[in-house]
Structure formats: structure tokens, C-alpha cells
């Protein structure tokens, strides 16, 4: 038929759809191999990532059966929902990307302060105490507390936030221009008729 035709439209769908299953099980084994291995101990990092990961596998599988069955409901809203995705993920990856260091600063403040269990896993991962200042009176997990040698979290935070915001926001940019191929890949297929069906069928 041609890269334009029906089938192309469909084995491109069906070949998006694929990779999106395939990342969402990368989420969800990337989240369970940090809880198993104990480098994330926050039920709420691991439930998100678990839930991301959940939803975009549902939201793929049915686009995989919507293109493999030219389904028009499945197609249609599997468009609507790739759009609204689509829409806060470049909202999303921009304001990564456009994120000053006093800002991450301020959101790694009041994340730090909300979070306990978050505390404990920064303090062992990058052996450090504390976030502006280190208080040897109260409970620490990083090996250098014990020897009185621990600095501050907060520097050492910024190095790794600022490389996670630019790369987090750079994939997620990529990504969404993906979804939004999906949207026109998925709009363009459902206007095209199946050629071995009935050539008067409405599809």
C-alpha cells in the first residue's frame, strides 16, 4: 500500500504502542530493583513511579488493540487521552528545563522537610547530614557520621538535581513529541479505510 496507506499507518501505530509498553515496564522494574535493593525506602517515589508506569501500560495496550482491530472508540479515546498526556508532559519537561537554581533550591527544601524517609535515603546514598547545616545531635544514616566528618546535603543535591532536571526534562521533551505523533498517527488511521473491507462499510 505504500508508507502512506492503511497498513503503514497501522504497523507504525501498533510499533509506537510497542515502545510504550516496553517503557512502562522499565518504570515499573526500575521502581521495584530500587525498593528491592534498598536504594528508595519512600513508598511514595516507588508508588509513583509503579502508578506512571501502570497507567502507561494501559493507556499503550489500548492503543495496541485499537490499531490492531482499527477499533473507532478504543482509537478515539486513546487519542484524547495521548493528547492530554502529551500536554503535561511538554509542561512538565519545559519547566524542568527552564527551572533556575533558586527555585530548585526552594523545591528541594520543601521536599526535604516532607519527607523523612526521602532524608534517609539522600543522607546514605551521598553521605552527607542534614540539609543547610549538619546537627550532630540527631540521627543520621551516612557512614561519616560516626566520625564527625559529615557536610551538608544541600550542595551536594544540586550537583545531582540540576543533572537529573536536564536529562529528566530532555527525555521527557523527547517523549512528548513521540505521544504527539501519536495523536496524528492514530487521527490519520481512523479516517482510513480498511482495504479488505466492505468498500461501502463507514469505518
Known amino acids: 500500500m505504500g508508507c502512506a496507506g492503511f497498513t503503514c499507518s497501522k504497523h507504525c501505530l501498533c510499533a509506537l504502542n510497542i515502545l510504550y509498553v516496553l517503557v512502562s515496564l522499565l518504570l515499573v522494574g526500575i521502581a521495584a530493583w530500587g525498593k528491592w535493593l534498598g536504594l528508595v525506602s519512600s513508598f511514595q517515589v516507588v508508588g509513583g ?13 489500548a492503543g495496541l488493540i485499537g490499531a490492531m482491530k482499527h477499533h473507532q472508540v478504543l482509537l478515539f479515546f486513546y487519542m484524547i ?10 509542561s512538565v519537561s519545559s519547566a524542568c ?9 526552594h523545591l528541594l527544601e520543601v521536599g526535604w522537610n516532607n519527607s523523612q524517609s526521602t532524608q534517609r535515603d539522600v543522607e546514605k546514598s551521598l553521605n552527607c547530614c542534614g540539609f ?8 543520621c544514616t551516612a557512614t561519616c557520621f560516626p566520625n564527625h566528618s559529615c557536610q551538608p546535603c544541600a550542595d551536594k ?10 536529562t529528566g526534562g530532555s527525555i521527557g521533551l523527547f517523549f512528548s513529541f513521540t505521544e504527539i505523533l501519536g495523536v496524528w498517527l492514530t487521527y490519520r488511521y481512523r479516517n482510513q479505510k480498511d482495504p479488505r473491507a466492505n468498500p461501502s462499510a463507514f469505518l
Open 49 to 61: 513511579l509503579i502508578g506512571v508506569g501502570v497507567f502507561l501500560f494501559f493507556v499503550a495496550l
Open 81 to 90: 487521552v495521548l493528547f492530554l498526556v502529551f500536554v503535561v508532559q511538554f
Open 97 to 105: 528545563l527552564a527551572i533556575n537554581r533558586d527555585q530548585q533550591e
Open 132 to 139: 543547610r547545616a549538619v546537627d550532630y545531635n540527631s540521627t
Open 157 to 166: 543535591i544540586q550537583v545531582h538535581a540540576g543533572d537529573i532536571l536536564r
